[in-house]
C-alpha cells in the first residue's frame, strides 16, 4: 500500500492511466476465453465472425497491457529518482552530528539496498495490477456463467487467499530480521574496503573478522533471506493448490450428477486454468513486494529522523547571496559554547564547556591541546557544523541561528582529517581556475598532477600530496576563514616549514583569518593567537603578537 500511495502521489494521473489499461486488459483477457469458450461449443462448424473478434481481444490486450507495464514502469522510476533525490538532499540539509550518529554502514544500506529493493518492486507491481486485472475479470466471468458454482469457488479462493495471508506472516518477519541484519553486514563490507592494510597484515585479526563478524552475519542474512523466501513459496504453492480443489470437485462430483454443470464444466476448466498464469505471477511478485514495504519503512524512518534533525528550513542548495554583514564581519565570538557527545552510556559522553573565544580578522589562531582534548569538535563548532547545545555565537553582533547558520558557513573553508577530496572542483567558477597552475607549482604538485576542464588527473597521490590538493580548493574557494585540522601533520619536514612560515603568512597578509589545530610547539611563534585546551575546556590563551584589524 506504501509503494503504490507513492505511486499515486508522484504521478495519478499516470497511475489512473495505468490502473485503466490494466483493467482493458483484464476484460480483453475475458474475452478472449469467452470468444474460444463460444467457439469450442459451436466446433465444428464457427461463426466466421468469431475469429474477428478473437483478433480484436488479442490486439486489445497487447495494447493494453503494453500501455499499462509502461506508465507503471516510468512512475515507479520516478518514484525511485524521487527517492534517491530526496534522502541525498536531507542527508546534504542533516546537522553533522546525527550523520556520525547514524553511521555510514546504516545510511549506504538504505540507499543501495533499501532503493533497489523498491525498485525491483516496483517493475513487479506493473506485472501485479495487470495479473489482478485478469484474474477479476475471470472471477466476473465465472459468476456470470453460474453465479451458484461460482460462489463455492469463491468461497476456496477467500480460504485460500486467508491461508496465504498467515503463511506469509513468518516470511514478512524474516525479512525484517534480514533487513536489520544488513545494516551490520554493510559495516562488514565497509571494513573490507577501509581495512585491508590491517587485515592483510594480521593473519589472526584478518581469520577472526572472517570467521567471527563477515562470515556470521552474512550467514544470518542468508539464513533470514532464505526462510523468508521459503515461507513465501510455501504460502503461494499453497494458494494455487486451493484452486484446483473447486475443479476437481467440479469434474468429479458436481458434473457427475447435474447436467447443467456438466455443460458448463468445460468453460469452467478453462477459464480457471486460464488463472494458474496470472496467479503464478502473483504469488512471484509478492516477495518482492513485501521486501520492499519493509524497505519503504526504514526509508521513512531515516527520512523522518533526518527531518527532524534538519536545520535548514528552507533547502541550503539555493545559492543565495551571502549578507554584507556577515562577509564584512570583523570579530567571531563564541560565548559560554556548551556541547557533548551523547553516546550509548555515560561512560561515552564527552563535553566541551564553557569556550569563550573571540577571533579578530586577519588573525592567526592556533588550538593546541592532547589528543581527546576537543579541538577538532571545537573547529566543527566554529564552521558552523556542530549546533552548540547552549551559548551563542555572534558575528560582530549578528547571532548565528538555524536561519542563517548556512551563510553562516559560507565564510569558511576547511580540512579535517578525515576531509574528502573531490575528483572535480565542484563549485568553482571557471574564472577562479586561472590561478590552479599557480598554485600546484606554489604546492610542488605540478609535476604528479594536472587539471583539465576543471577535474585532475589523478587522485592516487600519498596522503600528505591528497592534503595538498584539498589545500588547492582551499586557495580557489577563496573564502574568509580557513580552518586547519592539523594539516601539517602528513608533511615532510620541509614543506612543514612551507606551510607555517609561508603559506599561513601569505593567507594573512590576504585578511584570511586562518585557525590550525597543530601540534608543531616548534612552529608556535608562527601565530598570532595561542588557545589550549584539556579535556573540553579552554586552559590556557597567550597573544603571540597583536593583530592589526582589518577593515
Given at each position: 500500500?506504501?509503494?503504490?500511495?507513492?505511486?499515486?502521489?508522484?504521478?495519478?494521473?499516470?497511475?489512473?492511466?495505468?490502473?485503466?489499461?490494466?483493467?482493458?486488459?483484464?476484460?480483453?483477457?475475458?474475452?478472449?476465453?469467452?470468444?474460444?469458450?463460444?467457439?469450442?461449443?459451436?466446433?465444428?462448424?464457427?461463426?466466421?465472425?468469431?475469429?474477428?473478434?478473437?483478433?480484436?481481444?488479442?490486439?486489445?490486450?497487447?495494447?493494453?497491457?503494453?500501455?499499462?507495464?509502461?506508465?507503471?514502469?516510468?512512475?515507479?522510476?520516478?518514484?525511485?529518482?524521487?527517492?534517491?533525490?530526496?534522502?541525498?538532499?536531507?542527508?546534504?540539509n542533516?546537522?553533522?552530528?546525527?550523520?556520525?550518529?547514524?553511521?555510514?554502514?546504516?545510511?549506504?544500506?538504505?540507499?543501495?539496498?533499501?532503493?533497489?529493493?523498491?525498485?525491483?518492486?516496483?517493475?513487479?507491481?506493473?506485472?501485479?495490477?495487470?495479473?489482478?486485472?485478469?484474474?477479476?475479470?475471470?472471477?466476473?466471468?465465472?459468476?456470470?456463467?453460474?453465479?451458484?458454482?461460482?460462489?463455492?469457488?469463491?468461497?476456496?479462493?477467500?480460504?485460500?487467499?486467508?491461508?496465504?495471508?498467515?503463511?506469509?506472516?513468518?516470511?514478512?518477519?524474516?525479512?525484517?530480521?534480514?533487513?536489520?541484519?544488513?545494516?551490520?553486514?554493510?559495516?562488514?563490507?565497509?571494513?573490507?574496503t577501509?581495512?585491508?592494510?590491517?587485515l592483510?597484515?594480521?593473519?589472526?585479526?584478518?581469520?577472526?573478522?572472517?570467521?567471527?563478524?563477515?562470515?556470521?552475519?552474512?550467514?544470518?542474512?542468508?539464513?533470514?533471506?532464505?526462510?523468508?523466501?521459503?515461507?513465501?513459496?510455501?504460502?503461494?504453492?499453497s494458494?494455487?493448490?486451493?484452486?484446483?480443489i473447486?475443479?476437481?470437485?467440479?469434474?468429479?462430483?458436481?458434473?457427475?450428477?447435474?447436467?447443467?454443470?456438466?455443460?458448463l464444466?468445460?468453460?469452467?476448466?478453462?477459464?480457471?486454468?486460464?488463472?494458474?498464469?496470472?496467479?503464478g505471477?502473483?504469488?512471484?511478485?509478492?516477495?518482492?513486494?513485501?521486501?520492499?514495504?519493509?524497505?519503504?519503512?526504514?526509508?521513512?524512518?531515516?527520512g523522518?529522523?533526518?527531518?527532524?534533525?534538519?536545520?535548514?528550513?528552507?533547502?541550503?542548495?539555493?545559492?543565495?547571496?551571502?549578507?554584507?554583514?556577515?562577509?564584512?564581519?570583523?570579530?567571531?565570538?563564541?560565548?559560554?559554547?556548551?556541547?557533548?557527545?551523547?553516546?550509548?552510556?555515560?561512560?561515552?559522553?564527552?563535553?566541551?564547556?564553557?569556550?569563550?573565544?573571540?577571533?579578530?580578522?586577519?588573525?592567526?589562531?592556533?588550538?593546541?591541546?592532547?589528543?581527546?582534548?576537543?579541538?577538532?569538535?571545537?573547529?566543527?563548532?566554529?564552521?558552523?557544523?556542530?549546533?552548540?547545545?547552549?551559548?551563542?555565537?555572534?558575528?560582530?553582533?549578528?547571532?548565528?541561528?538555524?536561519?542563517?547558520?548556512?551563510?553562516?558557513?559560507?565564510?569558511?573553508?576547511?580540512?579535517?582529517?578525515?576531509?574528502?577530496?573531490?575528483?572535480?572542483?565542484?563549485?568553482?567558477?571557471?574564472?577562479?581556475?586561472?590561478?590552479?597552475?599557480?598554485?600546484?607549482?606554489?604546492?610542488?604538485?605540478?609535476?604528479?598532477?594536472?587539471?583539465?576542464?576543471?577535474?585532475?588527473?589523478?587522485?592516487q597521490?600519498?596522503?600528505?600530496?591528497?592534503k595538498?590538493?584539498?589545500?588547492?580548493?582551499?586557495?580557489?574557494?577563496?573564502?574568509?576563514?580557513?580552518?586547519?585540522?592539523?594539516?601539517?601533520?602528513?608533511?615532510?619536514?620541509?614543506f612543514?616549514?612551507?606551510?607555517?612560515?609561508?603559506?599561513?603568512?601569505d593567507?594573512?597578509?590576504?585578511?584570511?583569518?586562518?585557525?590550525?589545530?597543530?601540534?608543531?610547539?616548534?612552529?608556535?611563534?608562527?601565530?598570532?593567537?595561542?588557545?589550549?585546551?584539556?579535556?573540553?575546556?579552554?586552559?590556557?590563551?597567550?597573544?603571540?603578537?597583536?593583530?592589526?584589524?582589518?577593515?
Open positions: 500500500m506504501k509503494l503504490i500511495f507513492l505511486l499515486l502521489k508522484t504521478g495519478g494521473r499516470e497511475f489512473a492511466f495505468a490502473v485503466l489499461g490494466s483493467i482493458l486488459s483484464g476484460v480483453s483477457s475475458v474475452g478472449i476465453i469467452a470468444t474460444i469458450n463460444q467457439a469450442i461449443a459451436q466446433l465444428p462448424t464457427v461463426q466466421a465472425g468469431l475469429f474477428g473478434v478473437f483478433v480484436a481481444f488479442c490486439l486489445s490486450l497487447w495494447i493494453c497491457q503494453f500501455l499499462s507495464w509502461v506508465l507503471i514502469i516510468r512512475l515507479s522510476q520516478k518514484v525511485i529518482r524521487n527517492l534517491r533525490v530526496d534522502i541525498s538532499k536531507r542527508l546534504l542533516c546537522p553533522l552530528q546525527h550523520l556520525e550518529y547514524l553511521g555510514k554502514p546504516k545510511l549506504m544500506a538504505t540507499l543501495l539496498e533499501d532503493i533497489n529493493a523498491i525498485s525491483e518492486a516496483s517493475t513487479n507491481l506493473a506485472l501485479l495490477f495487470v495479473n489482478i486485472s485478469i484474474l477479476v475479470g475471470i472471477c466476473l466471468y465465472l459468476c456470470w456463467l453460474s453465479p451458484q458454482v461460482f460462489a463455492i469457488i469463491l468461497l476456496f479462493i477467500i480460504l485460500g487467499f486467508t491461508l496465504y495471508n498467515l503463511m506469509q506472516r513468518p516470511g514478512i518477519k524474516s525479512f525484517k530480521l534480514a533487513r536489520q541484519v544488513s545494516d551490520v553486514l554493510f559495516g562488514h563490507f565497509r571494513s573490507v577501509e581495512g585491508t592494510k590491517e592483510q597484515l594480521n593473519r589472526q585479526r584478518r581469520q577472526a573478522f572472517f570467521e567471527t563478524d563477515l562470515k556470521v552475519s552474512a550467514n544470518q542474512a542468508m539464513h533470514y533471506w532464505t526462510k523468508g523466501s521459503t515461507a513465501f513459496a510455501f504460502a503461494g504453492s494458494g494455487i493448490v486451493m484452486v484446483f473447486p475443479v476437481g470437485w467440479l469434474v468429479f462430483f458436481l458434473a457427475q450428477s447435474n447436467a447443467a454443470a456438466a455443460a464444466a468445460p468453460s469452467y476448466v478453462l477459464a480457471i486454468l486460464y488463472l494458474f498464469t496470472p496467479l505471477d502473483i504469488t512471484n511478485s509478492l516477495p518482492a513486494i513485501a521486501r520492499a514495504s519493509i524497505a519503504l519503512e526504514k526509508v521513512e524512518s531515516l523522518l529522523s533526518l527531518l527532524e534533525n534538519s536545520i535548514e528550513l528552507t533547502s541550503s542548495l539555493e545559492t543565495s547571496p551571502e549578507p554584507a554583514c556577515l562577509q564584512d564581519w570583523k570579530r567571531l565570538t563564541l560565548m559560554d559554547i556548551q556541547h557533548a557527545y551523547r553516546g550509548a552510556n555515560d561512560a561515552h559522553s564527552f563535553e566541551l564547556r564553557e569556550i569563550n573565544l573571540t577571533f579578530e580578522r586577519g588573525e592567526i589562531v592556533f588550538l593546541v591541546g592532547g589528543n581527546g582534548s576537543g579541538k577538532s569538535t571545537l573547529a566543527k563548532l566554529i564552521t558552523g557544523l556542530y549546533i552548540p547545545d547552549s551559548g551563542r555565537i555572534l558575528v560582530d553582533n549578528r547571532g548565528v541561528n538555524d536561519h542563517n547558520r548556512e551563510e553562516y558557513r559560507q565564510l569558511f573553508s576547511a580540512i579535517f582529517q578525515d576531509f574528502y577530496l573531490f575528483e572535480r572542483f565542484l563549485g568553482i567558477h571557471p574564472n577562479q581556475l586561472q590561478d590552479v597552475n599557480h598554485y600546484l607549482d606554489a604546492l610542488a604538485l605540478s609535476n604528479k598532477v594536472s587539471v583539465i576542464d576543471g577535474r585532475l588527473s589523478t587522485m597521490l600519498s596522503q600528505g600530496q591528497r595538498r590538493l584539498a589545500l588547492l580548493t582551499t586557495y580557489l574557494e577563496d573564502r574568509l576563514i580557513y580552518v586547519f585540522d592539523e594539516w601539517a601533520s602528513d608533511q615532510d619536514p620541509v612543514k616549514e612551507v606551510f607555517y612560515r609561508k603559506l599561513l603568512p593567507l594573512k597578509q590576504k585578511g584570511k583569518t586562518v585557525i590550525a589545530i597543530s601540534h608543531d610547539d616548534r612552529y608556535f611563534d608562527a601565530c598570532d593567537h595561542l588557545v589550549k585546551l584539556e579535556f573540553g575546556r579552554i586552559i590556557g590563551e597567550k597573544a603571540i603578537r597583536p593583530v592589526r584589524n582589518i577593515n
